[in-house]
């Protein structure tokens, strides 16, 4: 029962972001959406590294397998950014593009300073961080296209 609440978000789940992604991001997106409903952080931390958990954390197999998942989820994000590039206004895209080139260096930084936190299993943890990061940067997508988001350049054509 511990996915319960899980459960009941993939039920409200809207269809764009069941028809856009992929199943298994979708559930962490859900996860991650619903954290305050009732889903945990490691819930959702077990969901987003669900494909890797055969390898021994901070090996040279885990590192491989994770960075498999960061291809796919700069995937989810690319394909997400070009739908929200395509719905918002042209002035909300170039916000959009400027705050993107914003993030991808602190996301560098930040996952850097994680890797030279941890010296064993170094590209893991940078690699873990990496798709942390990119999930969240998903679901704020999402978000957008649904309608749900607040940020300033989220101002969907008319």
Same mark, same amino acid.
């Given at each position: 029962m511990k996915y319960l609440?899980?459960?009941?978000? #993939?039920?409200?789940?809207?269809?764009? *972001?069941q028809d856009t992604?992929?199943?298994?991001?979708? %559930?962490? +997106?859900?996860?991650?959406?619903?954290?305050?409903?009732?889903?945990?952080w490691p819930q959702c931390v077990e969901l987003m590294f669900q494909p890797?958990?055969?390898?021994?954390?901070?090996?040279a197999a885990h590192a491989?397998?994770?960075?498999?998942?960061?291809?796919?989820?700069?995937?989810?994000?690319?394909? #997400?950014?070009?739908?929200?590039?395509? *719905?918002?206004?042209?002035?909300?895209?170039?916000?959009? %593009?400027? +705050?993107m080139g914003q993030w991808t260096g602190y996301v560098v930084q930040k996952c850097q300073d994680v890797a030279v936190s941890k010296p064993d299993g170094a590209e893991s943890a940078r690699l873990g961080c990496e798709i942390s990061e990119l999930a969240g940067l998903s679901g704020e997508f999402a978000a957008c296209l649904e309608g749900r988001s607040s940020a300033g350049?989220?101002?969907?054509?008319?």
């Open positions: 609440p899980l459960i009941a978000a #993939l039920t409200t789940t809207p269809a764009m *972001a992604i992929a199943q298994d991001k979708v %559930l962490v +997106l859900a996860c991650l959406e619903t954290m305050e409903a009732g889903t945990t890797c958990v055969s390898h021994e954390v901070g090996t491989t397998c994770l960075g498999g998942v960061r291809e796919e989820w700069s995937g989810t994000v690319k394909t #997400l950014q070009d739908e929200v590039i395509e *719905a918002v206004t042209s002035e909300g895209s170039s916000e959009l %593009l400027d +705050l350049y989220c101002e969907i054509k008319q």
